[in-house]
């Protein structure tokens, strides 16, 4: 019986501690390391023959137990105002969605850390589609070096990603180890060499994973709040039932107590008649006055199954001037890429849905339960 084949190692799966290991295993100098990261992530290089600085030996030997190997982009949609979506598919049939917002100072990559969500927030998209599986680290790094392939991976010298966030499909935190890690190759000055307030991670409030990504990571925090009180919240993040406000709050708290100038951006969704009222407004101030707190209002990109509708900006504004006189640093996110679904809340993706949570409320839509 023919032996079956060896598993090359995924070097894209690699932070530079597990990568100098692996090369010290080898009988290599733990230096190849940043060699070959360079080459990978900052060159757009998969091929061991192109990396000119190794010797001929070691290229031959990685070709045979290595590989570079990330998702396939199945299609990429630009919208009016630029903003780039990539539909990407990945080992097992799953697919997952990158989104590139560009801007005249900074251009920002959204990116997925689990095919679908565990989570079930009504107003998501992603979380109507349901949930699948965790990303490995080379399927998250995978969508930055895919992003660089396809719009160049420098501009005079410059990346043209210049922030990164993880606010695409999934909840990041109940990923995280794996999460942690891609966030160690996001930082590191042989890969894409970016600063901690650059790299921003939106969680629904997973609090026992955020005591730990402080001690670990300190990346900049977006919490996804959408509510001022308990009650609503439950309906519209069903987390907050574990985890409830108050208790997310002191936990975001101590995640920038040894920071003074750091703040934590609260996410609120603007759903017409639902969290969007002047009474809304003043029990958030309520909650956020004196905290190290700054407000992004997100006005609702719907999607076709949702039963919400955004709320006119005439309201959004009137929401967000309470905030502002009292004293709340608030901005309204600009709506980007809506005309290709790229917007916040619409990624989708294609899933092999392990919760049958559509099939479930099909049912109960036919039982007149929901």
Known sequence: MADSPTTKTNLLDLDREA??????????????????????HQRGVSDFDQMTDLNKSLRATLAGIAEVHMPEILSENISADGTYKWLLRLDGGNCIETVFIPETA??????????GCALECSFCSTGYQGFNRNLSVAEIVGQIWLAHKAIGFRENGQSKITNIVLMGMGEPLLNFDRVVKSINIMLDDDAYGLSKRRVTLSTSGVIPALERLREIADVSLAVSLHAPDDELRNELVPLNKKYPIKDLLEACETYVADSPRKKVTYEYVMLDGINDSIKHAKRLVGLLQGRQAKVNLIPFNPFPEADYKRSPQSTIDKFRNVLVAAGLVTITRKTRGDDIDGACGQLAGQIVDKTRRQQKRVAMVARGVA
């Open 106 to 115: 900074r251009g920002t990559l959204c990116i997925s850390s689990q095919v």
């Open 19 to 40: 990568m100098a290991d692996w090369f010290v295993q080898m009988g290599e100098r733990s230096f190849r390391a940043s060699q070959v990261m360079k080459w990978i």
